[in-house]
Structure formats: C-alpha cells, structure tokens
C-alpha cells in the first residue's frame, strides 16, 4: 500500500516538473527584461531518505520515504561587491513536501525556506555547491498528551526548518544542469512548545536545474585595499541595538501548553575588518520567566531583579548585502536559575529594512541545546 502510494506521488511530482519545463520556453519567449536581468533558475530535487532516531522512543518511527522540493533561485553575476568576493553563489526559496513514511501520529511536513548555495569550484560547468536555508514548516500532527502521545517530534505544528546539503552539480547545456546531493534537514519550534524532540531528516537525490533565460556573463571582481578598515575611525564602527520575544513552554515542570513569555536585549559592538566581515564584543540581557518558573517550584526564593541574566560575548558578523548574520559566543555574568549553565552561543540572523532599522531572529543554545528562538527589531549605528 505504501509503495503505491509513493509512486503516485513521485508520477505527480515529476508530472509537475515536466510542466514546468514544458512552458520555460514560452516564458524565455517573452521580452521581460525584469525576468532576464534577475537570472532566474528553478529546481527540482527528488530524494530518498529516513528519520535520524536520536532519542529511544522514535525508533517506533524509523522508516525510509521520499522527499520532494521545488526552488526558485537567483545564481548571482556580480552585480553586488560580495558576489564574486564568495564565488558567485545562488539565492532562492524552496518549497519542500515529504511524509514522514506515512505514520498517521507524524502527518506529513509542509515546509518553505530561503536559502544560499555556495559553489566552491572556479569551473562554471561543474559546480560543488554547500546549500543552507532557513525556513517554516508546517507539520499536520503534533503531540497530544491525549490523543497523539507518541509523537515526541514536534510539540506544535508550527516549526522552524533548517537545512544543509552538499552537492555536485554539472551543466549538460548553458540552461540545463543536474546534479546530486546529500542533505540534512531539521524541524523543530525551539522549545516553543514541547516535547520538542525535533525531526533530522538524512536524504539523498537527484535534481536537475534551468534557467529561464540565456545565463548573463560573471562580472569580475573588483580589486580591493583592505588597509582601508584598519583604521578605528567611525566609518569602520559599528553599534547594533535589538530587542527580541519568544514565547517557551517547559513541559517537565509544569505540564504541557503552557507558555512564559521570554524578553532579550541584544548589544553588538563591532569593527569592520574586510568587505564582508565585522568582529567585536557583544553584550545580552535576558529576562526569561520560566526561570522565574522553575525556581518557584523548585522552592527556591527570588526577587524579579534576580531573573535577569546578563551575559558578555565574543561577536562575529558576515553580511551579504543587506541580509548579514551575527555569531555570538560567551557566559553569563549571573543567572539565578542555572540549570542550562553558564556557556551560550547565539545565532542571529539580521534584515536591514531602512538605513538604521533592521529585523532580527536570534536562537540562543546551550553547547547545542536549543533553548529559545526569539525574534525582534534593531537600531544600528553606522
């Protein structure tokens, strides 16, 4: 039953592709010089992969199923300073389905995430690309303790994607390319709603890329001096103001959808150091009330000051344009509820939206323990 199944969706999905194809040429027809300009491809990736059983309880779930994608993508030509500086990489969106090996407590996974693919060969034939995206998804089952308590996946159906790929691509035209690739893509709500497990999903596959219009020529890059962001001057001085939410559940102590509001404050002082990079010190404040939670039923006393948490950290930012990310690694100068420990890493992904506003989405873990994903606005400085 379930191998029928699978072959009526990969007959659908390919049915789609061929489509697709089967209208580029109309499209390329078109004299559309928004099109050309923007050196538009779209993809199609079919692959075949399994569950990574990281906790006991999910080896119930261990299955083998497909995974179908479907991108729009940008492959950059140098009209930006940073294109040629990494080698051209691609830009787009992906839209992502698979069924989790049709286990009706799992559902199926919806999924949308932008991404980079970054090629690491100077050939323009054959290509080896590193794709990482970033998205939402949509999971049509969650836990219930009632009802569904065998899913520990995902305790909501609402979910952040990562995704990470390596891959070999080869062009067998100018517009047509096919390639193969091995992936990890990862699901969970960063503690938003627990139990929050999470889904790593392995998968291998093939995809086959086009372009819709004749690919635009690599404009070289520019020569640079790099001596120009030796200086401490304040052109190569950056301050960086944002203030993030979340909402987090914490199960284990007091039961399950309930949810504590979560307040950070985020301080980055940076020196640029080349074209792309920036490094300095950074500075958080949390107030995170399931702090507050735990050290009530923990029996333990505590004034509001208490639940602050500041921290001091190392600063790293890599900006691409206007889309930049910013690493932070460091400790906590003082936390009453000490149960995560005193070490943290932020990742901060960073959107500048005029010359001093810009949105933010920042995940704060532990050595790798996701414990919130809050999201926000800034003020930057220069």
Not at 35 to 56: D, K, L, M, W
Not at 208 to 227: E, G, H, L
Not at 370 to 382: L, V
């Amino acid at each position: 039953m379930k191998d029928s199944i699978y072959k009526k969706k990969v007959f659908i999905a390919f049915l789609l592709i061929s489509l697709i194809f089967s209208n580029i040429e109309i499209l390329s027809a078109k004299d559309n010089d928004s099109i050309s300009n923007r050196n538009i491809q779209i993809e199609f990736r079919a692959s075949y992969g399994f569950t990574v059983c990281h906790h006991p309880e999910m080896l119930y779930f261990r299955a083998h199923y497909p995974v179908f994608e479907l991108s729009v993508q940008q492959a950059t030509f140098g009209t930006k300073y940073w294109h040629a500086k990494v080698n051209y990489p691609a830009v787009g969106v992906t839209f992502l389905y698979t069924g989790l090996g049709e286990f009706k407590e799992l559902g199926h996974i919806y999924g949308i995430y932008p991404y980079m693919s970054f090629n690491f060969l100077k050939s323009r034939r054959n290509q080896l690309n590193l794709k990482l995206g970033v998205g939402a998804g949509y999971a049509t089952e969650c836990f219930d303790p009632k009802d569904n308590y065998k899913n520990t996946f995902l305790g909501d159906n609402f979910n952040a994607i990562l995704h990470l790929s390596l891959e070999y691509n080869r062009f067998i035209t100018n517009r047509l390319s096919l390639s193969a690739f091995v992936g990890l893509t990862h699901l969970s709500n960063g503690a938003r709603r627990v139990p929050n497990n999470g889904i790593n999903i392995a998968h291998a596959g093939l995809s086959t890329k086009y372009f819709i219009n004749k690919p635009k020529n690599r404009i070289p890059a520019q020569q640079s001096d790099n001596q120009q962001y030796k200086s401490w001057e304040r052109k190569n001085l950056s301050l960086y103001i944002a203030f993030t939410y979340a909402l987090k559940d914490i199960d284990e102590y007091a039961g399950y959808k309930k949810s504590w509001s979560v307040y950070s404050l985020q301080i980055n002082a940076l020196k640029r150091v080349s074209e792309m990079s920036k490094l300095g010190i950074g500075f958080d404040l949390d107030y995170d009330m399931t702090d507050a939670e735990i050290l009530k039923l923990d029996d333990v006393s505590y004034n509001s000051i208490e639940i602050f948490r500041p921290g001091i950290n190392i600063a790293y930012e890599l900006a691409f344009g206007s889309t930049s990310f910013i690493f932070n690694a460091g400790s906590h100068i003082y936390s009453k509820e000490d149960g995560a420990g005193y070490l943290y890493q932020k990742l901060c992904a960073k959107q500048n939206i005029c010359k001093h506003l810009f949105l933010t989405c920042v995940l704060t873990t532990h050595f790798g323990w996701a414990d919130f994903f809050t999201a926000g606005i800034g003020y930057k400085i220069n």
